[in-house]
């Protein structure tokens, strides 16, 4: 199994707060992605990085930032959580640009938002 | 716009039986295609791709089969074991090239 691990692997929170999650890769791939998965959407594109400090807005990028100051380390953040926010996330990573190979998952964060 | 779909929500087989999940994908620019498993509690597994310069590729146990004349791809898995219980998703190249983009998954049960 490619080397992703996400933390916290759950999360609790109340509506409002700050919330970040991360994930690291010990694989030196370049290409780091962070989704979303809710019952009857599947797989939903947050956010992407194409390389250290390059980011870039997926399809559902509204009220989530993204930080990535080391090659290893992606970070997602809920500036101020609502309820829609409750669902699986998901981290990803592949070593060429996103559409062309494929992409290994990390375990997922089950977030919850009161 | 762009949207990746699936035939069939749920999809029930007998142990031993072959299956078929089947995908109709939109974006016939779309120049790669990949099938991914996902089981309970865990994270999407890759499992087969295929370029568009083919209509077919094997793996173990497994084929995958590109139609771009009717955008069609499905995903065959030969003498299905309760193993293969899980969602299955298939996913497209978006737009731009940049990223993949997701259906919404075939639940697939097998009962022994």
């Known amino acids: 199994d490619a080397g992703i691990t996400q933390s916290p692997r759950h999360k609790v929170t109340e509506t409002g707060t700050p919330v970040t999650l991360r994930c690291h890769q010990t694989?030196?791939?370049?290409?780091m992605y962070w989704y979303r998965q809710d019952p009857g959407h599947g797989l939903r594109l947050i956010h992407y990085?194409?390389?250290?400090?390059?980011?870039d807005k997926g399809e559902v990028s509204d009220g989530y930032s993204v930080s990535r100051s080391k090659t290893e380390d992606f970070l997602l953040t809920l500036e101020s959580a609502t309820s829609s926010q409750t669902s699986v996330y998901f981290c990803?990573?592949?070593?060429?640009?996103?559409?062309?190979?494929?992409?290994?998952f990390g375990p997922g964060t089950r977030l919850t938002v009161l | 716009g762009e949207s990746v779909g699936l035939h069939l929500p749920t999809l029930s087989v007998q142990e031993g039986d072959n299956s078929i999940i089947n995908c109709a994908y939109s974006?016939?620019?779309?120049?790669?295609f990949i099938w991914y498993k996902q089981e309970s509690g865990k994270g999407p597994q890759f499992i087969i791709d295929?370029?568009?310069?083919?209509d077919k590729r094997q793996g173990q146990r497994v084929t995958v089969l590109l139609n771009k004349t009717v955008k069609h791809l499905s995903l065959q898995i030969a003498a299905t074991q309760p193993g293969d219980s899980a969602v299955y998703f298939c996913?497209?190249?978006?737009?731009?090239?940049?990223?993949?983009?997701f259906g919404k998954g075939t639940t697939l049960s097998v009962s022994s």
């Open positions: 990803a990573i592949s070593g060429e640009a996103g559409g062309v190979s494929e992409q290994f």
């Open positions: 694989e030196n791939h370049r290409y």
């Open positions: 990085s194409y390389g250290v400090k390059d980011t």
């Open positions: 974006n016939s620019a779309s120049d790669y």
């Open positions: 295929i370029r568009s310069n083919m």
């Open positions: 996913a497209e190249t978006n737009q731009a090239g940049t990223a993949l983009i």
